[in-house]
C-alpha cells in the first residue's frame, strides 16, 4: 500500500474541520490523511486526487464536480464489515480507518451478511421542515415558537444549509454563522421541535407521510458498534410539510466538459469555505447568473489565481462586476466556456464571446487547472413533484419553480424559486419566515415572495448548449449533458432522429436521469437541450419528466429494517413445540407456524418415516398438534345468518353441539377456504380455517361485516393461539381417550361423526373434544387452553405408550387426506377452481344465497370441459410424479417440434401411500371426471411416464374406518 503526505491542496487555516483529529483512510489501496468535519471527496480533493473513477461506458477520466448528494462521478464502494455501494464520495463522512473504492456507475454487492443495524420508526407531526438552511430554520422557528410539533430534517451532519459554504455573509446584522448557531440552540431548547441531522427525505406520499431516512454510525459518536453502521427510516406523518429544499446549480455543456477540474462553482466554494481545500491553483469562472462572482471572490481570497471571469449575459450587473475586478479578476462579458485541454485532467480552458445565434469565434485559451461553472439553479423540487405538484418554467430564473402546490405542502427559500443563493441569503430567511407565519401552516396561503425593498438578482441567461470546441466546428459527441450516464447531446439528436418527441420518450432512449443521481445535474439541462433541438420556444413547452421516490438511493436492508433474517415474518410455534424439537422433528414453515413436518428415527430418510407414521395411523394409533389450525370465534345474534351468507352450506340451523364442514368463496366462485364449524350456543360459533389461511378469513369476515352488513349483530375474534388441538387418529384412537376422559362415552352411538363435547380430563383440565377427520380413520381433536397444551399432549404419550403411539407431522397428514380425497386449499386449489370442480357440489347450497353463488351462473363457470379433480395412478407404482408436473393427452406428441404442446393440466398433489402399496396423485384435468380409466402422458426431463385417471377418492371409499 502506498501512502501520500499530507495535504498538499489544504489551507493552512478556515474551514469548519477540526484539525485537531487526523484521521487515516484508503482511497483505491493509497492510504491519505483527513480530518474530522472532512467528507471523503474533500479529503481526496486536499489530497491532490483530481481522477475518481472512469465513465461507465466510455472510460473517460472523470474528477469530483459538486459537494453534495448531485454528485454524478464520484461513487464509491465503502470496504468494512457493512459495505454500502454507490454512494456519492461527497457525501461520505470521514472516519479513521474508512476503506473505499472506486466504482464506474456499477456497484457491487457484498455477499457477506450484512452486519449493519436498521430499523424504523414512526410519528406525527404539526409541521415537517424538510432543509436546515436558513428558510428551513427560520421556518422551523416560527412554527415551534407557536407551540406546534415541529420535526425538522436536514441532509447535512450540521446545520446551515448554503451557509456553511460562506465566507462573510450576515444575517440580522450578524455573522451567519452566529445566527445559525442562535437559531439550533433556540429548535433544540423548545419542548416540541426536533432536529434530525443526517436524514434526508426520499420520498413523500399520501396523506402527509413522508419517509425519512437517517445515518446514525458509531464513528460519530452514535453507536457503540465499531465498524457498524446503524440507519433508520422514520414514517412522519405531518399535517403541514414546508420544503426548504434549496436549489441545485447547474452545469455548462461544452466540448469536453467532463474533464477533471471542472466542477461546479458552488461546489468550489464549499470545499474551499467549509472544508479549507483548494480544488485548483488557478482557476477560469464562467457564469450565466450572479452567483458564481462570489465563488471568483472566495478564491482570490483563498490564494488561488483567477485570471478570468466569463459570464454569458452581455451586461451582468455592474456592482458586481466591479467588485471582482477590484480582487484583480478581469471579467469578460457575453462570453462563454467552449471546450477544455487536458490529458487527462484539465490544463485550459477555451474561451470565446458568444454571438446572436449561440455559436463561438475566436476562442482563446486560459490555462487552468480549475474551471468553475455556473449554469443557474434548479429550485430542488423533486419531493414536491412526487406530491403531485406542478410545475411551470420561469423565464427570468431559467428554471423550473412551483406552480400548483399539492394540500399540506408548503415552499420555502431557493426552493420556491425566490432566492438564487447568492447575495440574497437574507431574503432567503425572509421567505422561509414568511412562508410559515403567513400561511400560518394551512392550505390556502400563496408561495412567499421577496421582500420589496430587496433588489431583485439579474436575471439568468438560459445557455443550454454551447456549440464548438477549441475552435472546431460543433460535434456534440463531446458535449456531456449526463455525466453518469455518459449521454451528450449528440444522443439526444439522435433519440429525435429516431422520432422521439416526448421527454419521457427521449430519457429512455438516452438513458439520461436514471442512474443513481436520478439527473440532478443533468436533467433539466438535457430539457434544454431537448428544447433547442426540436426547435421550440422554451423548456416549458417540453415540459419535465416525471419525479419518483426515492429522491437519494436507499437500500433495501433499510427499507426492511428489522423485518429480515429470522425477524422477515413472526415466528409462531405451538405450545407442544420444545417437545417436538426434543424428539428430532423435521419442521417445515406453513404461514408463521413451525409445523413438525415428519419425525425421523436414527439412520431414517423422510420417506420411510412418512411411510411409518402412515401404517401407526391407519393400523394403530397416532397423534398430531394440530394447535395451528386457524380458529375464529363468532358471537352474537346473528351469527347463524352471518354464516350462512358467507359459506356455501347452512349453518343457522345447526344443532349446538355439532360440527360441519365448510366451504367458502371468493365473488368470483372459486373456493377461497374451507375448515370445520362448531356451534357452540345459540348465539355463538367457532369456525376453524386452514393454517396459513386464518388472517386472510378473518380479514374477509370483518370486510363483509363492515361494509356490506353493518347491520348484523356479529363480532369476530381470533383465537388461535388461545387453543391447543391435539388430533388423536387410529383404530385404537377411542381406547387412548377413554384413558384421558374417563367419564366420556365415547361409543359411536352417543358420540357421533361430527358431534363434540365438552368434558374434563382425567387430570381436571376442561377439554372440547371433536369427532372429526381429516384422516378418514376414526379420530378425535382434543382442544385445551394454549397453557395446558403441553400437558396434555404429554398425557395423550403416556395413554397411548401402551398401544405403540406414533406422533406424524404434516407430510403424514397430507399422504392420508389425499388417499381420502380431501383437499388442502392453495394446494389442490389455485383461484380458478370452484366447488364443483372438485367434486364437492354436495356442500353448495342450492336453497340459500351465499358470496359466490351469482357467479355459478356464469358460462364460463357452467362449462362442461372445466378442470375437474381427479387421481392419478402411475403405471409404475414406484413412479413418483413431480408435484406441478404437466399432463397430455394419450398420442399427442409431447415435443414442440410441430409447435405448442396442449395441456390438460397438472399434477397439485403426489405421495408415497404405504396403505396402496403404490404411489399416486390428485390433478386437475380438463373435463377430467369423462376421462376415468384413460391414460395420459406425463412429460418429465428425459422421458415421459403414463399414469391413469381416476376417481380422486383411493381408499375407504365406503368411510366405513371413521367409525372405528
Not at 466569463?310 to 458586481?320: C, G, K, N, T, Y
Not at 419528466?545 to 436492508?557: E, G, I, L
Amino acid at each position: 500500500m502506498t501512502e501520500t503526505p499530507a495535504n498538499p491542496h489544504r489551507l493552512a487555516r478556515g474551514g469548519r474541520i477540526d484539525r485537531s483529529a487526523s484521521l487515516s483512510f484508503t482511497f483505491d489501496g493509497t492510504r491519505y490523511h483527513g480530518h474530522r468535519g472532512d467528507t471523503l471527496a474533500s479529503a481526496l480533493l486536499a489530497s491532490g486526487v483530481r481522477t475518481v473513477a472512469p465513465s461507465i461506458y466510455r472510460r473517460r477520466a472523470r474528477g469530483i464536480v459538486a459537494a453534495g448528494v448531485e454528485e454524478p462521478n464520484a461513487l464509491v464502494q465503502l470496504d468494512g464489515p457493512c459495505q454500502e455501494p454507490m454512494l456519492p464520495a461527497t457525501t461520505v463522512e470521514l472516519f479513521d480507518g474508512l476503506s473505499a473504492r472506486s466504482l464506474s456507475g456499477k456497484g457491487r454487492l457484498d455477499p457477506r451478511e450484512d452486519t449493519a443495524l436498521y430499523d424504523k420508526k414512526y410519528v406525527h407531526c404539526d409541521v415537517l421542515v424538510i432543509g436546515g438552511g436558513p428558510a428551513g430554520l427560520a421556518a422551523a422557528l416560527a412554527a415551534g415558537r407557536s407551540g406546534a410539533r415541529v420535526i425538522l430534517v436536514d441532509e447535512q451532519n450540521e446545520l446551515g444549509g448554503s451557509l456553511l459554504s460562506s465566507r462573510a455573509e450576515r444575517i440580522d446584522h450578524a455573522p451567519a454563522s452566529d445566527w445559525v448557531a442562535s437559531a439550533r440552540d433556540e429548535l433544540t431548547a423548545l419542548p416540541e421541535v426536533r432536529l434530525l441531522t443526517r436524514a434526508t427525505a426520499v420520498g413523500v406520499h399520501d396523506h402527509g407521510l413522508v419517509l425519512v431516512a437517517e445515518r446514525r454510525t458509531d464513528h460519530l459518536g452514535s453507536t457503540p458498534l465499531p465498524g457498524v453502521s446503524r440507519q433508520r427510516l422514520w414514517h412522519v406523518r405531518a399535517r403541514q410539510t414546508v420544503l426548504a429544499t434549496g436549489a441545485h446549480e447547474r452545469p455548462l455543456v461544452f466540448a469536453d466538459n467532463d474533464r477533471p477540474g471542472v466542477m461546479l462553482a458552488h461546489a468550489v466554494r464549499t470545499y474551499v469555505n467549509r472544508y479549507a481545500v483548494l480544488p485548483g491553483r488557478r482557476a477560469v469562472v464562467v457564469t450565466t447568473n450572479d452567483s458564481a462572482y462570489a465563488t471568483a471572490i472566495d478564491l482570490v481570497a483563498a490564494g488561488v489565481q483567477v485570471p478570468v471571469l466569463v459570464d454569458a449575459r452581455p451586461e451582468p450587473p455592474p456592482a458586481l462586476v466591479a467588485q471582482v475586478r477590484a480582487a484583480g479578476v478581469e471579467v469578460r462579458t457575453g462570453s462563454a466556456v467552449v471546450g477544455t485541454d487536458g490529458d487527462p485532467s484539465l490544463t485550459a480552458a477555451w474561451i470565446a464571446p458568444l454571438d446572436r445565434r449561440g455559436g463561438a469565434a475566436d476562442a482563446t485559451a486560459v490555462p487552468c487547472d480549475l474551471l468553475a461553472v455556473s449554469g443557474g439553479w434548479n429550485p430542488v423540487l423533486h419531493l414536491f413533484g412526487q406530491a403531485q405538484g406542478t410545475l411551470r418554467y420561469d423565464e427570468s430564473l431559467a428554471a423550473f419553480v412551483p406552480e400548483r402546490r399539492p394540500k399540506g405542502l408548503v415552499t420555502a427559500g431557493a426552493a420556491n424559486g425566490t432566492c438564487h443563493l447568492a447575495g440574497c441569503l437574507d431574503e432567503g430567511t425572509a421567505a422561509g419566515t414568511e412562508a410559515a407565519a403567513r400561511a400560518g401552516f394551512t392550505d390556502d396561503a400563496p408561495p412567499a415572495r421577496p421582500r420589496a425593498q430587496d433588489a431583485p438578482p439579474a436575471p439568468a441567461r438560459a445557455l443550454w448548449t454551447i456549440p464548438g470546441g477549441a475552435g472546431e466546428p460543433p460535434t456534440w459527441h463531446t458535449h456531456f449533458v449526463d455525466l453518469q450516464r455518459d449521454a451528450t447531446v449528440a444522443d439526444i439528436h439522435r433519440a429525435i432522429g429516431a422520432g422521439m418527441r416526448s421527454v419521457e420518450h427521449i430519457k429512455r432512449y438516452t438513458t439520461i436521469g436514471t442512474g443513481q443521481d436520478q439527473g440532478k445535474t443533468g436533467a433539466v439541462v438535457a430539457i434544454g437541450a431537448i428544447a433547442e433541438a426540436l426547435g421550440v420556444g422554451s423548456p416549458g413547452e417540453v415540459g419535465t419528466t416525471t419525479f419518483r421516490p426515492p429522491y437519494t438511493p436507499v437500500s433495501f436492508a433499510l427499507l426492511a429494517g428489522r423485518d429480515r433474517g429470522h425477524l422477515n415474518d413472526p415466528v409462531r410455534v405451538t405450545p407442544i413445540h420444545d417437545w417436538h424439537v426434543a424428539h428430532g422433528a423435521a419442521f417445515e414453515d406453513v404461514g408463521q407456524w413451525k409445523r413438525p413436518w415428519y419425525y425421523p428415527r436414527p439412520d431414517e430418510t423422510m420417506e420411510a418415516a412418512v411411510l411409518r407414521e402412515c401404517r401407526a395411523a391407519r393400523e394403530a394409533v397416532a397423534v398430531m398438534d394440530a394447535s395451528t389450525l386457524g380458529k375464529i370465534d363468532i358471537q352474537g345474534p346473528d351469527a347463524g345468518e352471518f354464516l350462512n351468507r358467507l359459506y356455501t352450506n347452512a349453518f343457522a340451523k345447526l344443532k349446538v353441539g355439532s360440527c360441519r364442514y365448510g366451504v367458502l368463496c371468493k365473488a368470483d366462485g372459486m373456493v377461497f377456504d374451507d375448515g370445520v364449524v362448531m356451534r357452540l350456543a345459540p348465539d355463538r360459533y367457532l369456525a376453524t380455517t386452514t393454517t396459513s389461511g386464518a388472517a386472510a378469513v378473518l380479514e374477509w369476515m370483518e370486510m363483509w361485516l363492515q361494509t356490506e352488513w353493518p347491520d348484523l349483530r356479529v363480532h369476530c375474534t381470533s383465537v388461535t393461539e388461545q387453543w391447543a388441538t391435539v388430533a388423536v387418529v387410529g383404530p385404537k384412537s377411542r381406547a387412548v381417550l377413554a384413558h384421558l376422559a374417563p367419564d366420556l362415552d365415547l361409543s359411536a352411538e352417543a358420540f357421533a361423526f361430527m358431534d363434540f363435547r365438552e368434558t374434563r380430563l382425567a387430570d381436571g383440565v376442561p377439554a372440547r373434544i371433536a369427532r372429526v377427520s381429516f384422516s378418514g380413520e376414526l379420530a378425535f381433536e382434543i382442544n385445551v387452553a394454549s397453557w395446558h397444551g403441553r400437558a396434555v399432549w404429554d398425557a395423550v404419550m403416556a395413554a397411548g405408550a401402551a398401544y405403540d403411539i406414533t406422533p406424524y407431522g404434516t407430510e403424514t397428514m397430507h399422504v392420508l387426506r389425499a388417499e381420502k380425497g380431501f383437499i388442502i386449499v392453495g394446494q389442490d386449489t389455485d383461484g380458478t377452481v370452484t366447488p364443483e370442480d372438485l367434486g364437492m357440489g354436495w356442500v353448495v347450497s342450492k336453497r340459500k344465497e351465499f358470496v359466490g353463488k351469482r357467479s355459478y351462473r356464469r358460462p364460463d363457470t357452467a362449462r362442461p370441459d372445466r378442470k375437474h379433480l381427479v387421481g392419478l395412478l402411475p403405471d409404475d407404482p414406484t413412479e413418483l410424479l413431480p408435484e406441478g408436473a404437466q399432463l397430455v393427452a394419450d398420442g399427442v406428441p409431447t415435443t414442440t417440434e410441430s409447435g405448442p404442446v396442449p395441456m390438460l393440466g397438472h399434477v397439485t398433489s403426489s405421495y408415497r401411500s404405504a396403505v396402496l402399496g403404490h404411489t399416486f396423485a390428485l390433478a386437475l384435468v380438463k373435463d377430467g371426471r369423462n376421462r376415468l380409466g384413460q391414460s395420459l402422458q406425463v412429460p418429465l426431463v428425459g422421458r415421459t411416464v403414463r399414469a391413469t385417471v381416476t376417481e380422486p377418492v383411493f381408499y375407504d371409499k365406503e368411510g366405513t374406518r371413521r367409525d372405528g
